[in-house]
């Protein structure tokens, strides 16, 4: 054996076999490094799947139990549970509220009397009661009707029968045979409202193929007075006292029910500000005024409110000087009403009132206008109660003691 201890001198030349090694090594790394690579797009999960198994072996087993008998993950839809209180209360609450249709007869020249749709509305089950269903709608949902169907949450449609309705609380009560799976809404209480809490409206906007309609907004404002013509002639006739609410509400929503988060009843939905400008302003009525009207209807059949029997108008739609010369009032006079007719045979007519005399107060409480006085006998006297007016005829002021009686 011979060593090369001369370092100065030149080494020998690699050998051929390690020339070849280098030649296929590169080559077989640069494959490895592309096939992952590829594998990698192809099936980019590939690492996330693998390191699941390393970090939750349990979930690995209980994955294959799963799919052993449906073939995989990827043929089974995905499920998730939606259900929330909200949608719980809603589902309870959606049975009470009905739909409601107008008939009205149409008697055509030379044929028989057909029954037409004249309408559509929304009614809410409040009580169920010795074989009966009493259900609170709307006074201009069934205005006019000649007969009244109602089409409960299953479809079916049902007679009823109108016990009473009243213009002035926009309120009708219905009754009809009770079915055993009728329920009535459990009714809250519109007292202790707040502004901003969360307030859902449920009825059938548009008719009945929109039926259990549910839209959910906020309690917009409490006490809102909203001027109602009744006969259309540009002037107010009365104030109506509502719930002003966001959730939307459409034609076909009046008489439906307005709820809070806990399912109860706390108004009666009955109209909105139609008009291109204006979007989320509803009203309904609120349950704590409903509920006397409502048990008055099932007793008699309609409202019994005091009457003056006068026919009245403001004076504030005459002009100025029909206050000073027709009328003689004073300067100091700055609204009342004015009788244009008497009853006759009626507490005013018996009190000795006159046309053209000028209510300026009952009981002391000022008149301005002819909503003033409805709300002073409809809200504050009864039948048979007294009540002190005073009135101005020929420019004196004058006082008239009158017994009030039904109108």
């Given at each position: 054996?011979?060593?090369?201890?001369?370092?100065?001198?030149?080494?020998?030349?690699?050998?051929?076999?390690?020339?070849?090694?280098?030649?296929?090594?590169?080559?077989?790394?640069?494959?490895?490094?592309?096939?992952?690579?590829?594998?990698?797009?192809i099936n980019?999960?590939?690492?996330?799947?693998?390191?699941?198994?390393?970090?939750?072996?349990?979930?690995?087993?209980?994955?294959?139990?799963?799919t052993?008998?449906?073939?995989?993950?990827?043929?089974?839809?995905?499920?998730?549970d939606?259900?929330?209180?909200?949608?719980?209360i809603?589902?309870?609450?959606?049975?009470?509220?009905?739909?409601?249709?107008?008939?009205?007869?149409?008697?055509?020249?030379g044929?028989?009397?057909?029954?037409?749709?004249?309408?559509?509305?929304s009614?809410?089950?409040?009580?169920?009661?010795?074989?009966e269903?009493?259900?609170?709608?709307?006074?201009?949902?069934?205005?006019?009707?000649?007969?009244?169907?109602?089409?409960?949450?299953?479809?079916?449609?049902?007679?009823a029968?109108?016990?009473?309705?009243?213009?002035?609380?926009?309120?009708?009560?219905?009754?009809?045979?009770?079915?055993?799976?009728?329920?009535?809404?459990?009714?809250?209480?519109?007292?202790?409202?707040?502004?901003?809490?969360?307030?859902?409206?449920?009825?059938?906007?548009?008719?009945?193929?929109?039926?259990?309609?549910?839209?959910?907004?906020?309690?917009?404002?409490?006490?809102?007075?909203?001027?109602?013509?009744?006969n259309?002639?540009?002037?107010?006739?009365?104030?109506?006292?509502?719930?002003?609410?966001?959730?939307?509400?459409?034609?076909?929503?009046?008489?439906?029910?307005?709820?809070?988060?806990?399912?109860q009843?706390?108004?009666?939905?009955?109209?909105?500000?139609?008009?291109?400008?204006?979007?989320?302003?509803?009203f309904?009525?609120?349950?704590?005024?409903?509920?006397?009207?409502?048990?008055?209807?099932?007793?008699?059949?309609?409202?019994?409110?005091?009457?003056?029997?006068?026919?009245?108008?403001?004076?504030?739609?005459?002009?100025?000087?029909?206050?000073?010369?027709?009328?003689?009032?004073?300067?100091?006079?700055?609204?009342?009403?004015?009788?244009?007719?008497?009853?006759?045979?009626?507490?005013?007519?018996?009190?000795?009132?006159?046309?053209?005399?000028v209510?300026?107060?009952?009981?002391?409480?000022?008149?301005?206008?002819?909503?003033?006085?409805?709300?002073?006998?409809?809200?504050?006297?009864?039948?048979?109660?007294?009540?002190?007016?005073?009135?101005?005829?020929?420019?004196?002021?004058?006082?008239?003691?009158?017994?009030?009686?039904?109108?």
């Amino acid at each position: 054996m011979e060593y090369n201890d001369q370092p100065n001198q030149p080494q020998p030349e690699p050998k051929p076999d390690k020339e070849n090694k280098r030649k296929w090594l590169v080559p077989l790394l640069s494959g490895i490094i592309i096939g992952g690579i590829l594998v990698l797009l192809i099936n980019p999960d590939f690492l996330h799947r693998e390191n699941a198994e390393q970090i939750s072996p349990a979930a690995e087993d209980e994955t294959n139990e799963n799919t052993s008998d449906s073939g995989g993950l990827e043929d089974q839809p995905l499920q998730v549970d939606v259900s929330t209180q909200l949608t719980d209360i809603i589902e309870q609450v959606t049975p009470a509220v009905v739909g409601i249709t107008n008939i009205q007869q149409n008697v055509s020249w030379g044929a028989g009397a057909d029954g037409i749709e004249a309408g559509t509305g929304s009614g809410v089950i409040y009580k169920v009661e010795d074989d009966e269903t009493y259900i609170v709608t709307n006074h201009h949902v069934i205005e006019n009707a000649d007969a009244v169907e109602v089409i409960m949450h299953d479809e079916t449609h049902l007679e009823a029968e109108l016990i009473g309705s009243d213009l002035f609380t926009d309120l009708a009560v219905l009754k009809m045979e009770s079915r055993n799976e009728d329920k009535a809404i459990e009714i809250g209480t519109s007292e202790s409202l707040k502004v901003g809490e969360p307030a859902i409206a449920i009825g059938n906007p548009l008719g009945a193929y929109l039926s259990s309609t549910v839209t959910q907004g906020v309690i917009s404002g409490m006490e809102r007075t909203i001027p109602m013509d009744f006969n259309f002639d540009g002037q107010p006739d009365w104030q109506a006292e509502v719930i002003q609410t966001d959730a939307a509400i459409n034609p076909g929503n009046s008489g439906g029910a307005l709820i809070n988060l806990y399912g109860q009843l706390i108004g009666i939905n009955s109209m909105k500000i139609n008009e291109e400008a204006v979007e989320g302003i509803g009203f309904a009525i609120p349950i704590d005024s409903a509920i006397p009207v409502i048990q008055e209807l099932e007793e008699n059949g309609e409202v019994v409110r005091p009457y003056l029997g006068v026919e009245i108008y403001s004076i504030e739609e005459l002009p100025q000087y029909e206050w000073r010369n027709t009328l003689q009032l004073p300067v100091e006079v700055e609204g009342g009403v004015y009788v244009w007719s008497v009853e006759n045979l009626s507490p005013a007519d018996k009190a000795g009132m006159e046309q053209y005399d000028v209510i300026v107060a009952l009981d002391g409480v000022p008149v301005h206008n002819t909503i003033d006085l409805r709300k002073i006998l409809y809200e504050d006297k009864e039948v048979g109660d007294s009540v002190t007016v005073d009135y101005y005829r020929d420019g004196e002021l004058n006082q008239a003691e009158i017994e009030l009686e039904v109108q």
